[in-house]
Each structure stands twice: as C-alpha cells, then as structure tokens.
C-alpha cells in the first residue's frame, strides 16, 4: 500500500534506500531526477534488487508517436507501469496502453493543478472509466478529491496518491478517503532512518487497505 518515490539523483544511494524499505513498500516510483541522475537501466536495477513492481512516473504528454517511442523502451527495461497526463488526450494515452499497463493523472497535489488540470477532473475520470488503465493519481493532500474521485471511478482501478509527507498529505487520511496506495518520497528517503520512517507510515496505515 505504500509507494516509494525514490527521487534522488544516485544510484548507490537509490539501491541502498530501495533495499533498506522493501519489507514496508509495495512498489518503487522512478521519477526524471533518478532517471537523470542515474540512467534508464536503474528502473532493472531496482527490480533485481528489491523484487518489486516499478512505476516509471514520466507524465507523459507528447503525440501518440513520441509517447509510444519512449514508452516502448521504459518498458523493455523492466517499467511495469508508465504514468501519462490524461489532458494530451485519448489517443496519447492510448498509444502507451497499447503496450504496457497505464496510470493516468486525473489530479495533481500542488496549488498549481488548480489553475489548469483539475477544473478537468470529471473528464478525466469519465477517460478513465473508458480506458481502464491499472490507476489513477489523485492528491494525496487533499482527501475530500480522493472521496470524489473514488465514488466516481470503476471500482476495479486503483487510486494512487502522492503528497503524503513533505507536502502535507496524511497516510491515514488519504487510505480513508479511497486511496489504495500512498506515494512517499521525501519524508521517507529524507529522513535519517528511511527503513525506520517507513516502518511508521506502514504500521500507521496496515489493516486499512489491500494494497
Ligand atoms: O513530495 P514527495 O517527496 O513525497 O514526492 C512525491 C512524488 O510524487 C514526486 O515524485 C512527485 O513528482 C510525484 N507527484 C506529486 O508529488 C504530485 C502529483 O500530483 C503527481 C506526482
């Protein structure tokens, strides 16, 4: 139920921190700074060392031929989710859908997302429903969106929420409201201990989703 945002720029560091919490964490989210940092063949790297699942959160928004070009080598490497904007448009989402499974932005957590993206929330729930991609990301700080999202989203497609931690979003919170994974970053591979801290996000939230 917990996903962790591993958005350092090191490699060694990466894998140490991915090991370290992989008994409390269900999957590892690989965002550009890694991927910068690092390179592509960090995403099999995690895989072979922690055994987990790994979302490739690119946000993809290009033409259907860019996204299905990066998309088709992010999953050669071992990317068992892409995440893509929805507000390209079906045929953008669709191109990386047709190889790999999908998660799909229907909300953003920061104040910015107000201005453009989630006034189109209902829209992109509705492409949801149609599409069927593995989740969604919804704002795990702000949980009446997650309720909403969650009575209006097919029940067989996940809801995950980053923003827990740094950004003000609560674990509990955010699995009450409909959240079937909490996306964590900072406040565990921040923190002195990151295996401590995210022993104390998994022990606050176990019990309360199947995740
Ligand atoms: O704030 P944190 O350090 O826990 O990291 C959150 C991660 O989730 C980070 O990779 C960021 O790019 C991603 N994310 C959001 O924070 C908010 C969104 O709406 C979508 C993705």
């Known amino acids: ?30 965002n550009w700074p890694l991927i910068i940092g690092s390179g592509l063949d960090i995403i099999r790297e995690l895989k072979e060392r922690t055994g987990l699942k790994i979302i490739a959160d690119l946000k993809l928004a290009d033409i259907p031929n860019t996204n299905r070009l990066i998309a088709k080598k992010v999953y050669e490497v071992g ?14 989402v669709l191109a990386v859908k047709e190889i790999g499974e999908i998660i799909m932005v229907v909300e953003m957590s920061h104040p910015g997302a107000l201005e453009f993206i989630n006034p189109l929330t209902d829209k992109f729930i509705e492409m949801a429903n149609e599409i069927k991609p593995f989740g969604v990301i919804a704002p795990g700080t702000r ?28 674990a509990l919170e955010a699995i009450k409201a409909g959240a079937d994974y909490i996306i964590v970053g900072r406040a565990i591979y921040s ?14 939230v176990k019990g ?3 995740g």
Request: hydrophobic share 40%.
């Open 191 to 204: 923190s002195e201990n990151p295996r401590e801290a995210a022993r104390r996000i998994y022990e606050e």
């Open 208 to 210: 309360w989703s199947s």
């Open 79 to 92: 990317a068992d989710y892409i995440i893509v904007h929805s507000f390209v448009g079906k045929d953008s």
């Open 1 to 30: 139920m917990i996903i962790l945002a591993l958005d350092v720029y090191e490699r060694d560091r990466a894998l140490k921190i991915a090991e370290d919490v992989k008994d409390y964490i269900s999957m590892v989210k690989v």
């Open 143 to 170: 949980p009446e969106r997650i309720k909403y999202i969650r009575e209006r989203l097919n029940g067989e497609i996940k809801i995950l929420t980053p923003g827990i931690g740094a950004q003000g979003g609560k």
